[in-house]
């Protein structure tokens, strides 16, 4: 693994948190996870550029890590660095009366409290979304019917190169849990999101809502990942989902939830083996019994 001890050792010199054979069941909401033969916290994107260009020449694969959200870990770990974005990659700034700059590192839930702050308006819908913000451009992450794309002005990233550069949304291939990140290889750094001037008690009642909506509706007191299928046409998968009987079906400690069958949580000690097998066992019972294929949301690391 001497590439790899290369890369530790810039990172030790630029002055990122590094760690060899990190879990990564402590980095991921489903807690579940093998090892990464190496974690980086780097804290600017200058330290960033410097280990993915040597990452790069090294022929070293790496991960963004963003709060783990929408992750399953493989049990026996992965095979490259795992780099998580910390310090000025959470940075929050007002750049004019409406528009916000916001890190890549930031949680949405950071966001989302800054622009009611503010009194801005537009991203009510994110709150209690799990993740960050950089993850949520990426994957262009929505609910309640509002979507990154409404509000995001423009996406900042560092390229393959280690260069930077910034992409308008007119240019960003926004679609259903789509952006054009996940075709391009670059790295997410930090957003630019233009919102409307509202009263500050509007903007709480709206993001109450639709907490209270979560809370009622979703298991938030158990590890999962989220949602974990795609949103299929004309349908919900977890409507879909509990017409097959499928709430509360168990594998190991991988559940379906009895409160949303859209989530499979970790009811305690599930593995990436039980909550794989979990997921096949929906998508093949749900085509059998409705003839809708079901796709997977959830990233799978292995």
């Known amino acids: 693994m001497k590439n790899i001890e290369t890369v530790y050792s810039l990172a030790k010199i630029l002055g990122c948190k590094a760690k060899y054979d990190e879990s990564m069941a402590n980095h991921t909401t489903f807690k579940i996870g093998g090892n990464a033969p190496l974690y980086i916290e780097v804290n600017k994107p200058s330290q960033l550029s410097q280990i993915v260009k040597l990452c790069n020449e090294e022929n070293v694969e790496y991960f963004i890590l963003g709060n783990g959200s929408n992750l399953l870990v493989s049990d026996k770990g992965v095979d490259y660095v795992v780099i998580c974005l910390k310090g000025d990659f959470k940075n929050i700034s007002l750049l004019d009366n409406n528009t916000l700059y916001c890190g890549a590192g930031a949680s949405l839930a950071a966001l989302c409290r800054e622009a009611e702050k503010n009194g801005l308006s537009g991203l009510e819908f994110a709150w209690g979304i799990p993740g960050t913000v950089g993850g949520a451009a990426y994957m262009n992450a929505g609910a309640y019917g509002g979507e990154m794309k409404d509000v995001v002005y423009s996406v900042h990233h560092i390229d393959k190169e280690g260069n930077l550069g910034t992409i308008k949304s007119s240019d960003l291939n926004f679609s259903y849990r789509h952006s054009i990140y996940k075709e391009n290889g670059y790295i997410i750094i930090g957003i630019t999101v233009k919102l409307k001037l509202d009263n500050k008690n509007e903007i709480r009642n709206k993001m109450d809502d639709f907490m209270d909506r979560r809370k009622s509706k979703q298991p938030l007191e158990y590890p999962s990942a989220g949602s974990v299928f795609k949103r299929p046409d004309g349908n919900y998968a977890g409507t879909l989902i509990e017409q097959c009987g499928l709430k509360g079906k168990t594998i ?18 599930a593995t990436c083996n039980d909550v794989q097998q979990l997921i096949e066992h929906i998508q093949s019972t749900v085509k059998e019994k409705t003839g809708y294929i079901l796709e997977r949301e959830i990233i799978f690391l292995n």
């Not at 991988?254 to 989530?263: L, M, N, P, W």
């Open 252 to 269: 190991g400690g991988a559940q379906v939830s009895e409160k949303h069958a859209g989530f499979i949580i970790n009811i305690g000690g």
